[in-house]
């Protein structure tokens, strides 16, 4: 099984829609999709993101499940530098959250006392309990950190989801801490991603990620990369710090 992690294309937080720029990378990813021998389409419910789906869904003629907990990963926490406003769980400063060496642990990343106070761990229970749920259904039971498969399949999935939630999906499949995947990665504004499964003994199924945060769609049609992904590049540059 294939399964595609299509982040949302630029987006406008405020209104939780596309940018024009964004109906722009949403529309190119489309003829992307196109290609692709696509066997079940989800979404999140969150309007960026469903805007995003909706060009691929015309172009294909299909239809999509709106699933709950694919929106956006959303605890909200108050930062050691910033302890007056909330910010999202995994907005931190690389000075502060890498001196905790419980954020690079699987089993306890979110033992920080911050993250205890906005809990987190109950958030990412919900959203690994679900996606193991999901993942069941479609033939693959999740066990010792490996998947037991059920009803093995060449199916590809399709989540049109966030930047945030799309590296607590990998940090399941994987076993590994989101943190370094939420600081030490970006996944540009419709990114793919695609995870398949490994049989190397029958029965017993590993995720491994085949492409991470592709963009050549952007790139075929000359259409430069957003963005709404990253930080300023030094210090001094105009770009959110």
């Not at 679900?130 to 399709?158: C, M, P, Q, S």
């Not at 991603?193 to 029965?203: A, N, S, Y």
Request: hydrophobic fraction near 40%.
């Amino acid at each position: 099984m294939r399964i595609v992690i299509v982040r949302h294309g630029d987006p406008d937080y405020v209104h939780d829609a596309l940018t024009e720029k964004g109906k722009v990378e949403a529309e190119l990813l489309s003829h992307r999709m196109e290609k692709m021998e696509i066997t079940e389409i989800y979404q999140s419910p969150l309007g960026r993101a469903k805007e995003t789906a909706s060009y691929t869904l015309q172009r294909l003629h299909r239809s999509a499940e709106t699933l709950e907990w694919l929106k956006e990963f959303d605890p909200r926490i108050i930062r050691p530098d910033k302890l007056i406003r909330k910010s999202v769980a995994w907005d931190w400063l690389p000075q502060d959250w890498t001196k905790d060496v419980r954020f690079y642990d699987y089993d306890h990343w979110y033992d920080n006392d911050v993250m205890q106070r906005g809990n987190v761990k109950e958030r990412y229970k919900w959203v690994c309990d679900n996606f193991d749920a999901f993942l069941k259904e479609h033939g693959y039971v999740h066990e010792n950190n490996i998947f037991r498969v059920e009803k093995g399949n060449h199916d590809t999935i399709v989540f049109f989801c966030h930047f945030g939630l799309e590296c607590i999906l990998l940090s399941h499949l994987l076993h590994i801490s989101p943190m370094p995947l939420w600081h030490g990665f970006v996944a540009a504004p419709t990114s793919v991603t695609i995870v398949h499964t490994e049989e190397r003994k029958k029965g017993i199924a590993s995720f491994r990620v085949a492409q991470f945060g592709d963009i050549s769609h952007l790139y075929v049609a000359n259409e430069k990369p957003a963005f709404a992904a990253r930080f300023a590049e030094c210090f001094e540059d105009e770009e959110e710090h």
